[in-house]
């Protein structure tokens, strides 16, 4: 407590310049995103670099794969490739045209087949691609996250269950000279102020990771929601944080929520929330527990955006990334517009190569039903006890 309190000092002492400073470096990457933007390229800054010195070391580092299944007749299913086919490649063509740096070569991005086949992963850097398993009804979706935020992600899976890319769906994170600063400068506040919690531990081994899968009814929580008079998403995120809480036999956990931004300049388009939470009695609690911490700590969400394209969080914030438990994407369905397959999903599977987070879950809400694949990267989670009780399965995908 002394040692935060000493730190706060500090920083109250040094804000004017550090607010400085910072004005400085905001309106020098903005400058370096507009000149690039007018070149035709879309850039890497900031967070970004880390992930794309990493690329060198290990190309699939920041690899992520969706499995999809669907129910549809062969004729429906092949008109559903040409359609993607006419919108996919285009849009494929124009992203990689916008990496300056880009390599020599990315995997080709579309494959049709007849029988389904994992893809093995080989020397060729992956950009995105797109598999069509025409006897199976199966569609497998890769990407790279370091050209993948959530922006160009979401364009992504719209090119297969939409008839168009739709913009506009995100906001944009507007740069406001001085207030944007405050806000990264009130975010560096709050993680100084921050408690000391013992994090869960992670595995020691990538192979450790347990991936699991849950598909859940839509009804009974949006029943829940209905009676407290709230948002779907609060409920949502309470039914995540409440299964991680007791599966890992926690009283608190330390919860980010990823929110992405529409952007066309940078490939870095999230910024999060970072949520405290103790345990609760019941869902009910937890989901009014969670709206109230959302709507105090929202403005997190574009501080932290802003700061992860200016500045290299992975080496200034590693401790603050070492105490997260549980980081919780939820995607709702109205990030797909014009959705062409709201009749024919049966299984949406997802997983990445690289889980630095104890557990990491990402959930799509799409019609009657919720979509989680959760990835455990922690010996303290009851991945079993999970299975057994709670009505989790175990994922077939890897990497």
């Known amino acids: 407590m002394l040692a935060s309190l000493v730190q706060l000092a500090a920083l109250g002492a040094a804000a004017p310049v550090l607010a400085t400073g910072m004005v400085a470096l905001k309106l020098a990457r903005t400058v370096q995103e507009r000149q690039a933007a007018r070149r035709g390229f879309i850039t890497l800054g900031g967070d970004d670099r880390y992930q794309a010195r990493n690329l060198d070391k ?13 129910d549809m007749s062969l004729e429906r299913f092949d008109a559903m490739i040409a359609r993607v086919k006419a919108n ?38 992956l950009l995105t691609k797109m598999q069509f398993f025409r006897r ?9 996250h370091t050209y993948l935020g959530g922006y160009q992600l979401s364009q992504f899976v719209q090119l297969l269950f939409c008839d168009q890319v739709t913009q506009g769906i995100f906001p944009k994170n507007t740069y406001i000279p001085v207030a944007s600063e405050l806000m990264m400068l009130g975010l560096a506040a709050h993680s100084i102020r921050r408690p000391v919690r013992a994090p869960m531990p992670v595995c020691d081994q990538p192979d450790a990771v347990r991936r699991l899968y849950w598909k859940l009814d839509r009804a009974p929580l949006e029943a829940l929601a209905a009676s407290l008079e709230m948002s779907l998403l609060y409920v949502v995120i309470a039914l995540h944080i409440d299964q991680v809480m007791r599966r890992s036999g926690r009283d608190h956990l330390r919860v980010t929520l990823p929110v992405s931004f529409e952007s066309t300049s940078s490939f870095n388009t999230v910024g999060a929330a970072f949520l405290e939470v103790d345990a609760q009695p019941d869902l009910a609690a937890y989901a009014r527990l969670v ?17 992860q394209r ?7 914030s590693q401790y603050a990334r070492n105490t997260v438990d549980l980081t919780l994407t939820v995607v709702p369905q109205k990030t797909l517009p014009h959705n062409v397959l709201r009749d024919e999903l049966v299984d949406y599977e997802f997983t ?11 959930c799509l809400i799409f019609e009657d039903h919720l979509y989680s694949s959760v990835m455990v990267n922690t010996p303290d989670y009851d991945a079993e006890g999970a299975c057994r009780e709670d009505g989790m399965r175990p994922s077939s995908l890897r990497l």
Not at 110 to 123: H, I, M, N, Q, S
Not at 291 to 307: C, D, F, G, I, M
Not at 310 to 316: H, I, K
Request: proline share 6%; hydrophobic share 45%; net charge negative.
């Open 58 to 70: 290990n190309i699939h580092d920041a690899c992520m794969v969706a499995h999809i299944q669907l």
């Open 88 to 125: 996919y490649l285009p849009w494929y063509a124009a992203l990689e045209g916008a990496i300056e740096h880009r390599p020599a070569a990315f995997e080709a991005p579309l494959e049709v087949a007849e029988d389904y086949r994992p893809l093995v992963l080989g020397e060729t850097r």
């Open 136 to 144: 199976d009804r199966v569609v497998v979706l890769w990407g790279d």
């Open 291 to 307: 709206r109230t911490l959302v709507r105090k700590r929202r403005w997190q969400v574009s501080a932290s955006n802003h700061v």
């Open 310 to 316: 200016v500045l290299p969080t992975r080496t200034l």
């Open 352 to 362: 990445m190569d690289n889980i630095e987070y104890p557990v990491y879950a990402m």
